[in-house]
DNA sequence: CTGAAAGCGCTTACAG
DNA sequence: CTGAAAGCGCTTACAG
């Protein structure tokens, strides 16, 4: 393979018979662009054409002191990107075509460990960077050069300069368990996320202020930890199952979210119950994967997307206006109503005896 | 908030007391940075953590004319990367961080469309790219820069000079069908992709090769275009059913991909069906959508993250071994016995009114 | 052991 | 209207 090299500037100068700078004018707009004689104008692109020539974009962001690209930071969990970063991803990708932005992802395994790593992506191939969901109990202001503008999405704790976009997820419980209460549920299982997460707190926070809104009637309402991963939502349902073999099974569960609700259903139809004949789930969400499932996910909609769109839009318009509207933008959430909720079964039915 | 502008070695030589070069040698170890005496060596060391000094990306890429940066271009179809794409990002991902190389994600829309704008990536912001199914039927020469290396994953038509790696999809249809057969299915309905993509023609030829092979018994075999889409899959589906009414329901579905088979899911689903007691379906990638679906979805397995790994390695390896080992790189597949796939129910269902 | 020079390709003042 | 100069921050020969 012919691995010859780009053009540059001065090649297209010289075979025109101008200098690199008149090239520059015309090809790169500069303010002199429109000084060049038509007749030198027409020339140089013409052979700009022939030759393909193309900016070259180290060169150009080392003069500029900007690359045109945003750094996407997130947990790769067991080696998989959730299908929660997915939608970020997509809402981040999308509004980056928008403002001509490339965007880089970063892949991290535990802010623990790696929030030192984020410095080192601050060295001048990204001009900003959005961090998704970053747990960093102490950020301190090392760990944030200061000449790069950083943006968080759910963070799990206040980082001093660093603008944070989320959602009313204690609203959104709110909302999706007075659903469930309002089809007539009055056993109602919340499979919580880890403990000490922010947004296992605000989603309890939620599931706790639906029930005491409820009119007084016989409920029973309780949660576990379960997790934001479909594995450890289906091990702690099978655990709380095995430990409670026999009695009464909720008529509805409640999950942290639509990957943990996902890991329940699994466990559900395993044990031979439907959903959402036997017993309705809920997730927290809307996710590709509450879309995709059968049956598609009730669930709580955060805006993923936009959230990521305006993480980007946050970042670009950072010089045009340096002071942010807020520090903590908060997203309304939607229940969306599918089929995975239905009213209760007419009869109870026992926690089955998991084989 | 304060944006100091990053330390160069230019100040910690100055701040030293040397010249830049010298803290080039010790930071970035060139060849020359044992000569450098160790005194000097350690007041350069201090003083650079002491101006947390990180050397700069687009200065370094201009002058070793190399940005340890990969792109990844591929289709996001209704404003959303598809799960295959996404187990291909895992993969690619992944192989980046053990070759420290970044990835910037280059979104297209319609390869008839986009495939000019390739060429714009290659303007040094990425020392290779890699193409997820492309659909290019004309591969002019000029649509791939020389100076850039391509590597494709799925390339519906060979491209010169492009090394291609793709997975042994005739043989991973016959499999899976041949599974079905081995179920005791003696009416199986494929919804294949779209009609002209290769894929579709090595699956529909697996299919056929798999009946060929079965024992001469009573077999009713089709296929119907469907996509790869859920959104196309279920239309097709639809379509057919009500085309169908009341004439016996196929006792399996072997569809084109995982996406579609989830699509065709739901239609049986909304139709009462239930998958696999009244109809079994599998479905082709073994992306995650197959191990999130319920039941979990039978299916080929393509080892799309290898696949992916492998594109990393081959560009990044590329200095050293210039010559691949071959120009079309083929994986095997693999069965994944999930829990669509049953045998067929006692008697025949009739395809259903669907309301 | 260390530094002055030149260059990567582009851009921004500044002269003419 | 056009070009020579200087600089972005780093690196690679080449001198001393």
Chains 1, 2 share one sequence.
Not at 5 to 28: E, F, H, Q, Y
Not at 203 to 209: E, I, S, W
Not at 281 to 292: E, K, M, N, P, Y
Request: hydrophobic share 40%.
């Amino acid at each position: 393979m012919n691995l010859t090299k780009p053009a540059t500037l001065a090649d297209i100068g010289r075979a025109v018979g101008v200098s690199a700078m008149s090239a520059s004018a015309v090809l790169n707009g500069s303010k002199t662009s429109t000084r060049i004689s038509a007749e030198t104008r027409n020339r140089i692109l013409e052979e700009a054409a022939r030759l393909r020539y193309r900016p070259n974009a180290a060169a150009r962001a080392l003069n500029r002191r900007k690359m045109n690209t945003l750094g996407l930071a997130g947990i790769v969990d067991s080696g998989e990107l959730n299908a929660y970063f997915l939608e970020i991803l997509n809402g981040v990708l999308e509004a980056a075509g928008r403002f001509n932005q490339n965007i880089t992802v970063f892949t991290l395994h535990d802010w623990n460990v790696d929030s030192g790593r984020l410095a080192d992506f601050c060295d001048g191939r990204i001009d900003g960077l959005i961090l998704v969901a970053p747990v960093i109990a102490k950020p301190q202001p090392e760990l944030f050069p200061a000449h790069t503008p950083f943006v968080s999405l759910h963070s799990n704790h206040a980082i001093p300069g660093v603008i944070n976009i989320e959602s009313d997820e204690e609203k959104g419980a709110q909302d999706i368990v007075q659903h469930l209460l309002q089809q007539g549920h009055t056993d109602i299982l919340h499979l919580a996320g880890p403990a000490g997460m922010l947004g296992t707190r605000r989603r309890l926070a939620g599931f706790k202020k639906a029930l005491a809104a409820a009119k007084p009637r016989k409920l029973v309402a309780r949660s576990i930890e379960g997790g934001f991963s479909s594995e450890d939502a289906a091990s702690a349902l099978r655990t709380w199952m095995r430990d409670n073999q026999g009695a009464t099974l909720p008529t509805a569960l409640f999950c942290a979210n639509d990957a943990s609700a996902l890991g329940c259903m699994e466990v559900l139809s395993q044990a031979g119950l439907r959903v959402p004949h036997d017993i309705s789930i809920a997730g927290f969400d809307d996710t590709i994967a509450a879309r995709t499932s059968v049956p598609q996910l009730t669930t709580i909609r955060q805006p993923l997307r936009q959230m990521g769109g305006k993480a980007v839009e946050l970042i670009v318009n950072r010089e045009q206006n340096p002071r942010p509207e807020s520090d903590n933008i908060v997203f309304p959430t939607q229940t969306m109503f599918r089929a995975s909720v239905a009213q209760p079964p007419k009869k109870p039915i026992p926690v089955p005896d998991l084989r």
